[in-house]
Structures are given as structure tokens and as C-alpha cells.
């Protein structure tokens, strides 16, 4: 169905979303500090807010099938991003970045993810509007990145958060970089000599992984909605609470342990309704002489919708039920030993021999 919005509300809704995204930069760099659990609940509840505005909004001028085309880009696109940040954490730590100044990476990441996702909306869209197979291949891709995610290996987020070492190591053979960092600054001045700071090296590990992101859910959410202008907004959407997201989830991220089978889940439905969308309107002369497969379902916009909530609903659930029954069966050992890990000192204390004691 090709559908069109006003380009009124278009351009209002984009000028409207590049003030806010202005708005929260300058309170970064302005406000740098460690955001409190309460700040970034009030700010993720805002952000959900807005996008649930924005598709109420998108109802009245356009809608339905438009709105819930919104949701389920923005689900979609929102699911993705929260798997992104297993991997930011791991940046952040692998790079020892100082939890002061990790919501100005996180915002660079953003700003880097947006100018990404916007060039490969554009290449898509056009690719897309002449030629239509491409929903082949993207539904394969996306298969594929599904099975991927589902059976991803013991350390998958540590192998992605490593996938960038050698664009590292070769930015650290050409450009000098200071041994720590200074604040947030990029360039500093060590012994009389500018510099690059470690905080050069942070943000392009964080560009690296944000294309590789960017590579799977672009062809994902232009298997819910062919609208370039839906597809951009469902991502500055779930990109704009991220950093507030970041620092709320923080420790429980390791509990959503079966989140990935959720976002598999829904990359395979999405693939398979992208391949069906695709026999639909079939013009390969070697698939059915060229004709359109009229039996090939066209999967709608709001059974698209209750899927991912369902998928992400459940993977959340039962991560959660996991973790607490595990967590009961911890024994006060175990909780020591956990803690020590975090905090990096030992699980038990030797006590000194007692005056009198032989030692055996």
C-alpha cells in the first residue's frame, strides 16, 4: 500500500524532534554528571510518552494504518536498540570510560546512529521504490540475522564489542593518543604536545557498532512500513530514550536473559512476512513466469504489532522469572562472591592465627 502523509505534519514533526534531540545535547553538555535512577525513569517515561503522543497525533491526521505502522517500526526498532546496549556496556568497560562522562559518549553514539540509519533509510527507500525484489534479500537477511541471534554463542556481545579492534588498533599506529583521558574532551595537551585523547577511540568503537546495528534493523523495520519518513521517526524515537535507558536498566541487563530469543523471534517474522510481501507482488520472470503469487498472504500492520509485543513481552517475562529463581536459590556464599566480583575485591577475608595458635 503506498501511503502518504501530510507534508505539513511531516516537516513540523521533524523540526519539532531536532529541537528536542538539540535540547537534551546541550543538557549534557552543560550537565555533565551521573544521572540518578529517578531522573532516568522520569526521562525514559517521557520519551515512551512523546512516541505514544506522536502515534496518537499520526492517528488524527493520517490514520490508523499509519499509527500502527509507527508502533510497530518504533517496537521493532525499540527492541533492537535495548540490544545494543549490552554492547555499549561493554565498550564502556573495556575502555574503562569514567561513568561521569558516559552520557556524552552515549549521545555521540546516538547522533552517529542517526546520520547512519538516515543515509540507509534513503539508499533503501530508493532501492525499494525501483526495485521491488529487494524484499527477497532482505527477508533472507533478516532470517538469517534471526537464527544468528537465537543460537549467538557464548560470548557473541563480547566478540561485537570487539569486532571494531583492528580499525583500533590501526587509528592507535597513526594518531597519538594520550594514556587518560581528559573529561570528555577529544584533544588534549600532554608535556607541550596536543593529543587525542582515549575518548577518540571510544566514540569510533561506538560509530563501528552503531553500523553494524543500523545494518540489521533498517531492512527489519522496511518490512513493517515502506514510508521513509515513519521509518526515520520509529528510529530517532527509540535512539532518543536510550541514554536515559542506559543507566536505568544498568546491572539488570544481565537478568533479560532470554531477550534475544524475543528479538529473533520477531527478525524471523518479519523476514518471512517481507519474502510472503514479496511473492505477493512478484516481478522475477524465473518465480512463477514473473506473475504475482495472489495466494502469498500480505501480513497486516496490527498482527505485525501484537507479534512483537507478544515476542518482546514474553522474552522479558520469562528472563525475569529466571533470574528470580535463580536468585532465591543463591546461597549467601554465592551473593558474597557475586558482590566481590562487582566491586573487585576478595570474597572472603583471611582472619589472622589467634595469639597461641600453631599454624598447620
Known amino acids: 500500500m503506498d501511503l502518504e502523509l501530510p507534508l505539513a505534519f511531516e516537516i513540523g514533526s521533524l523540526v519539532v524532534l531536532t529541537l528536542i ?113 529487494i524484499f527477497y534479500v532482505f527477508g533472507a537477511f533478516l532470517v538469517y540475522t534471526a537464527i544468528r541471534q537465537a543460537f549467538p554463542g557464548d560470548d557473541a556481545h563480547d566478540d561485537e564489542a570487539k569486532r571494531e579492534n583492528f580499525i583500533v588498533r590501526l587509528i592507535r599506529r597513526t594518531v597519538n593518543i594520550s594514556d587518560d583521558y581528559d573529561g570528555a574532551k577529544v584533544r588534549t595537551v600532554v608535556n607541550g604536545k596536543k593529543m587525542f585523547t582515549p575518548m577518540i577511540i571510544v566514540f569510533v568503537a561506538i560509530g563501528v557498532t552503531d553500523l553494524l546495528f543500523a545494518i540489521d534493523s533498517i531492512p527489519a523495520i522496511f518490512g513493517i512500513t515502506t514510508s521513509p519518513f515513519i521509518v526515520f521517526t520509529a528510529n530517532i524515537f527509540a535512539l532518543m530514550g536510550l541514554r536515559q535507558l542506559y543507566f536505568l536498566l544498568g546491572d539488570l541487563l544481565d537478568r533479560l536473559r532470554y531477550l534475544h530469543y524475543g528479538i529473533a523471534f520477531i527478525l524471523a517474522f518479519i523476514g518471512v512476512k517481507l519474502v510472503l510481501h514479496a511473492m505477493h507482488v512478484n516481478e522475477l520472470p524465473f518465480i512463477n513466469g514473473g506473475e504475482h503469487i495472489e495466494w502469498a498472504p500480505e501480513i497486516s500492520t496490527w498482527v505485525s504489532l501484537a507479534v512483537i509485543v507478544l515476542s518482546m513481552a514474553v522474552a522479558t517475562i520469562a528472563s525475569l522469572i529466571a533470574s528470580s529463581r535463580e536468585k532465591s536459590q543463591e546461597t549467601p556464599v554465592d551473593a558474597a562472591a557475586a558482590v566481590a566480583d562487582e566491586k573487585g575485591t576478595p570474597a572472603t577475608v583471611e582472619h589472622p592465627p589467634a595469639p597461641g595458635d600453631t599454624p598447620r
Open 21 to 133: 534531540l538539540v535540547a537534551d545535547l546541550l543538557i549534557i553538555l552543560k550537565r555533565p554528571h551521573i544521572p540518578s535512577t529517578r531522573e532516568s525513569t522520569l526521562w525514559v517515561v517521557f520519551y515512551v510518552t512523546l512516541a505514544l503522543i506522536f502515534a496518537g497525533i499520526m492517528w488524527i491526521v493520517a490514520g490508523g494504518e499509519f499509527a500502527g505502522q509507527f508502533v510497530a517500526g518504533w517496537l521493532t526498532e525499540y527492541s533492537l536498540s535495548i540490544d545494543n546496549l549490552f554492547v555499549f556496556v561493554l565498550i564502556m568497560s573495556q575502555f574503562s570510560v569514567p561513568r561521569r562522562y558516559q552520557q556524552e559518549v552515549l549521545m555521540v553514539g546516538i547522533i552517529i546512529a542517526l546520520l547512519l540509519r538516515g543515509a540507509f533509510i534513503l539508499v533503501g527507500s530508493t532501492v525499494i521504490e525501483n526495485f521491488s525484489p
